[in-house]
């Protein structure tokens, strides 16, 4: 084949060089617009995963840049007179100049043409060529003249940051947080040879501006980073390398592949430095398309088999840099933990490293971490290391025993909205298998206000005592805390029960009228609520209040309003269902009206001592809805009305939600609401493992963590997870202890066998 890669960068050269050696007759060329010994920045990262997946594709560039290789295990944080070192976490850095110089001598050794200083916009002059990979940076002019077919998105984040170097040697890849009159500044810093370290500097835009550092040129850009950390420089100068401050951008494609065309490296995604996955990307897409070539042999079919193969994991690595990103672009939301915390919220910013990741790497760091949460939650030194989602919590009144919660889950087996056995056993085995707190499903304030025949209620009596025995059980017999949550369809109403089709509308003669803040309906198939009027809205608010002091009497420990999912409250709130011209629509203050004057009044309805929260959607996931900068204004306002926590859930608002999903997705918000507002928040979305709830209660993101399908599959969640972790002051009903000694001995024995297979 004769195969043309625009753009000198480790993607294009690799590529070229994994080509070559697969079939010396490829006539491969590399077209690059700087000179061969130019480039930009300083050192990069690899990881030791990245260095095997170099070894399976060409061993020889592979050994040769690893004996240039400086190597670390620690991660230093110095954060407020603190220095914070964690071990075990294996990458390697080089200097970017001496990489590209071993992969040109490489690519000359097996006959690839090196073309430098020419500047390709036009591929015209490669027409005869079998294949073309564009590989010419995250500016890629190749990108930009197909942009019709390729549909970049680029998304400009809010930092800036400068890529600088110093003769200071880190012997650790160091972060260093340094407060200023203007706001917070970091530096990313790690050696990369026997003399030199990268030291890039960032900062949020607002904070660079206030600086003055807008205005600034090269050399005080240098003196004043010297200055803002020469505690850590110890005497080094910084040094510049065409070295600008500049905003990171995060690029994506709708497509990466034009006919024989297809984007590779910074073209077709970048991934934020912070992560240090920019190389590995690049070389990772250089060796998944050779090999689609080896195997596909056919351009057409080898390039749709590479975009397909690798948009998963690009996505992956995309979205824990997105967590990353956002991460250091709020240093100051975070910088109000105590530096342990801190710390830990920094190892585990991006999902990528977790809880009990960072356990395998350093072990006694961890516990160390598990030890003073222990301590700095109960008061009192443990005697020995307690997993974060055993901690216990406390709201008003109400002690949680840890921080699991069953989710309110939909069981659709009300009768005439009355809960029966069903929810006696379904609730109480949950109560039973350890969690610290159980949640009602939605549970609804009319007749009218249900989604489905199936639906409980709480609006007359005959519900009420169905309650009251649910709640006798749950105390009786566990030491778990059971909430209540109501709330209101709205326009989701008269709607089939769950395994019948979500939100498909009831049968004409089966359904009865909805309302919702204005006359649109859920979907085309839903029926148009009508708008409420002044005394519909009375009437809703009695019915919550009415039904807030039937869960007082029945002894709930907890209530929740449902303001999310587009169900009444919800609908007000969003602009998407909310078209009103009065003072309850237009501007958020005004969508939160209605919602707010429900809270308020059931608050006052509910017994001061027992807490409340209140269910949100954190984005509507559509644009021009509720986004997550709304979030923090609707939870405030929450708050100030008298909420204890919000549950931060997303979407569900709108069936033109295009939800970006994965492990914890919905974490990052409740992150931001905890620490933006000063409230405590519970977690939902994906969470299904101990790792996840443990990472997150550890890092600060949220106080609780709620679980749905993983309940449904295993009511026995929390005793189980207690077992696998050794944690033996989990309470279990006495009926079961037995099978808790069984249990206890079957996960140790299977952690020490682990220990020995390793």
């Known amino acids: 084949m004769r195969i043309v890669c625009i753009g000198g960068g480790p993607a294009g050269l690799y590529f070229a060089i994994l080509m070559k050696k697969a079939d010396p007759a490829h006539d491969v060329t590399v077209f690059e617009r700087n000179r061969p010994d130019d480039t930009f920045g300083w050192g990069v990262v690899f990881s030791d995963e990245t260095l095997g997946n170099m070894r399976d594709g060409d061993e020889v560039s592979q050994a040769r840049i690893s004996a240039d290789f400086v190597h670390w295990d620690d991660i230093e944080i110095q954060f407020k007179g603190h220095v914070i070192t964690s071990h075990g976490h294996g990458f390697s850095g080089i200097a970017r100049q001496r990489l590209l110089a071993i992969l040109h001598d490489r690519a000359r050794e097996l006959g690839v043409e090196l073309v430098f200083e020419r500047e390709i916009s036009d591929l015209a002059p490669f027409a005869d060529a079998d294949l073309i990979v564009a590989a010419d940076g995250i500016n890629s002019r190749i990108r930009a003249a197909h942009a019709a077919h390729f549909q970049p998105e680029i998304e400009w984040r809010r930092n800036k940051y400068v890529w ?97 065309l297809v984007l590779m490296g910074d073209a077709a995604h970048s991934a934020h430095f912070s992560i240090g996955s920019g190389t590995k990307l690049a070389l990772e897409d250089a060796i998944a398309l050779a090999m689609a070539l080896a195997k596909h042999g056919a351009v057409g079919p080898a390039l749709a088999a590479y975009e397909a193969e690798r948009r998963v994991e690009v996505l992956r690595l995309q979205s824990a840099a997105r967590n990353s990103t956002e991460w250091f672009e709020n240093v100051a939301r975070y910088a109000k933990f105590p530096p342990r915390q801190f710390a830990y919220s920094l190892l585990t910013r991006s999902q990528r490293v977790s809880h009990e990741n960072l356990r395998a790497r350093d072990k006694s760091y961890l516990e160390r971490v598990e030890r003073w949460l222990g301590e700095r939650t109960t008061g009192r030194k443990p005697e020995r290391p307690v997993p974060p989602m055993f901690l216990p919590f406390r709201m008003r009144g109400m002690n949680l025993a840890n921080r699991v919660v069953v989710s309110p889950m939909a069981m659709y087996s009300a009768k005439d909205g009355v809960p029966n056995d069903f929810h006696l056993v379904h609730l109480g085995a949950r109560a039973l298998g350890g969690a610290g707190l159980v949640f009602t499903e ?79 309906a859920w979907s085309p198939a839903n029926q148009v609520p009508r708008a409420m009027t002044r005394a519909d809205m009375d009437a809703v608010r009695e019915a919550f209040v009415a039904a807030a002091r039937r869960g007082a009497r029945v002894g709930f420990d907890m209530l929740e309003l449902h303001a999310a999912h587009g169900y009444l409250l919800s609908a007000f709130i969003t602009p998407l269902t909310n078209r009103r011209d009065d003072d309850y629509g237009g501007s958020l203050a005004n969508r939160l009206r209605f919602p707010l004057e429900v809270f308020r009044a059931m608050r006052l309805a509910w017994p001061e001592s027992r807490p409340m929260s209140v269910r949100i959607s954190a984005t509507d996931w559509v644009e021009g ?76 993101r949220a106080d609780l963590c709620a679980l749905a399908r993983p309940h449904l599959a295993d009511p026995h969640f929390t005793l189980r997870a ?33 220990a020995i297979v390793i």
């Open 164 to 260: 600088l170097g110093t003769h200071r040697l880190f012997d650790a890849f160091t972060f260093i947080f340094v407060a200023t009159e203007w706001g917070w500044f970091q530096a990313h810093t790690y050696r990369f040879n026997d003399t030199t370290s990268t030291f890039i500097v960032e900062t949020r835009e607002e904070t660079w501006r206030a600086a003055g550092l807008d205005k600034a040129d090269a050399a005080h850009t240098l003196d004043f980073c010297r200055r803002l950390f020469a505690p850590s420089l110890q005497g080094e100068k910084l040094l510049a390398n065409k070295s600008d401050w500049v905003t990171f951008s995060r690029v994506s494609n709708k497509s990466w592949v034009k006919d024989n």
């Open 442 to 520: 939605m549970t609804c304030v009319t007749p009218e206000g249900r989604i489905s025949p199936g639906c409980c209620g709480l609006w007359n009596e005959a519900q009420e005592a169905a309650f009251a025995r649910i709640v006798a059980f749950v105390h009786e017999h566990s030491p778990a805390r059971i909430a209540l949550q109501l709330g209101h369809s709205g326009p989701k109403g008269a709607t089939r029960v769950g395994w019948e089709g979500y939100d498909v509308p009831l049968a004409p003669e089966a359904a009865w009228p909805v309302m919702a803040p204005s006359p649109i």
């Open 625 to 700: 809805g509720v986004a997550a900068a709304d979030s923090v204004v609707i939870a405030r306002a929450f708050k100030d009305a008298g909420a204890d926590l919000i549950d931060v859930s997303a979407g569900q608002t709108s069936t033109k939600a295009r939800p970006v999903y994965g492990r914890m997705f919905q974490a990052p918000f409740a992150d931001r609401i905890r620490n933006e507002v000063g409230i405590a928040t519970m977690a939902v979305g994906n969470i299904f493992e101990t790792d996840h709830i443990n990472s997150i209660i550890a890092g600060g």
């Open 722 to 754: 207690a077992a696998a972790q050794g944690y033996r002051d989990q309470v279990w009903p006495q009926q079961y202890l037995a099978g808790k000694e069984q249990l206890e001995r079957i996960e140790a024995r299977a952690v020490a066998e682990m």
